[in-house]
């Protein structure tokens, strides 16, 4: 498992990482979100062994990471936000170079090789330039180029960034088979959605803090006492959010079109369908009425509206 404990890091007066904590299972996918500049690069890098902390801690497996680092790092895969790839290398090259790099035995490399290219879907490219493939399969062989040593610990910097949506979508399926694998991994980015729906775990940073972090399911069901009511009108979406507008049940609402309005609400189910009847009552022509499931990016709406405020 992975412990982190209390990991600070300055650079000069600016404080870029400020006491971020949180634990890991095998098997975990942990989804590490925050704008730009909030503190994702340098805590991976950190986790790396590639940027000494001010303070604080980490170990993988037991293994304290600064005491014990050339051992940690053979049980991480980081693949950094920005990578290189050289011109006239074949993939099988590219990929047998870093199991050197990993000191994996020769004997053992092509079929190392042939095994990470299978898992990563690029079987077929196995000969071709490295330069020549697509973006989203460029991503990929960088991430092939992570598991050539089979870390227990992957450590991905906004791997989805840049690619469009169907590498994307690949590339998501291979990150959780990477945790059925039962390895932990941490993919950040800066854009929720990307990882909303593959994360078991998750932390939301803010200016170098970890403000929110946990199980999905618990911090989602922290977050169900108040619910989102998702009403779809005939028409005058805006006056009904009006009407709606200081019952003592209805915390905000949103008009979201002419005709749909979301209710942040926070009452019993009595309420809630005593609610549905006043605006029948009232003449609003309400065509559906439903809760709206929470999501991880409501989650994220919710613990991070007052940092930004
Ligand atoms: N080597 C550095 N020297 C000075 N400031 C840095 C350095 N690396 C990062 N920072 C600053 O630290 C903060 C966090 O940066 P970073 O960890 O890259 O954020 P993120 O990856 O979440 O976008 C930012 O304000 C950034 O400008
Ligand atoms: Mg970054």
């Not at 609400?265 to 549905?276: I, K, V």
Request: some cysteine; proline content about 4%; charged content about 25%.
């Amino acid at each position: 498992m992975l412990e982190v404990n209390g990991l600070c890091k300055s650079f000069g007066p600016l404080v870029a990482v400020d006491n971020v904590s949180f634990t890991l299972q095998p098997g975990d996918v942990f989804g590490f979100i925050g704008s730009n500049g909030a503190g994702k690069t340098t805590t991976i890098r950190m986790l790396a062994t590639l940027l000494e902390p001010d303070a604080g801690s980490a170990s993988l497996n037991g293994l304290d990471m600064r005491r014990n680092a050339m051992e940690v790092r053979n049980m991480i895969g980081y693949m950094p936000d920005f990578f290189g790839l050289y011109e006239d290398i074949k993939v099988w090259e590219y990929l047998d170079f870093f199991a050197t790099v990993y000191r994996v035995p020769k004997s053992e490399r092509p079929s190392i090789v042939d095994n990470v290219l299978e898992l990563v879907g690029l079987t077929t490219k196995k000969d071709a330039y490295a330069l020549s493939l697509s973006k989203g399969m460029q991503q990929r062989l960088s991430l092939a180029r992570c598991l050539v040593h089979d870390p227990s610990l992957l450590l991905l910097d906004e791997p989805a960034s840049g690619l469009d949506p169907r590498a994307r979508a690949e590339l998501k399926e291979l990150i959780a088979e990477l945790g059925k694998m039962g390895k932990m991994v941490i993919v950040s980015s800066h854009i929720l959605p990307e990882l909303a729906d593959f994360c078991n775990t998750v932390g939301i940073i803010e200016r170098g803090r970890l403000i929110t972090h946990g199980r999905v399911d618990d911090i989602v069901r922290d977050l169900q006492q108040t619910k989102v009511l998702l009403i779809r009108f005939i028409d005058r979406a805006h006056e009904a959010g009006m009407f709606l507008h200081g019952n003592e049940h209805v915390n905000a609402n949103y008009v979201t079109g002419p005709t749909t309005l979301k209710v942040d609400f926070t009452g019993e189910h009595e309420d809630q369908a005593r609610l549905l009847k006043m605006l029948i009552d009232e003449g609003y022509q309400v065509t559906s009425y439903m809760e709206e499931a929470i999501d991880l990016e409501d989650v994220f709406l919710k613990v991070t509206t007052g940092a930004v405020n």
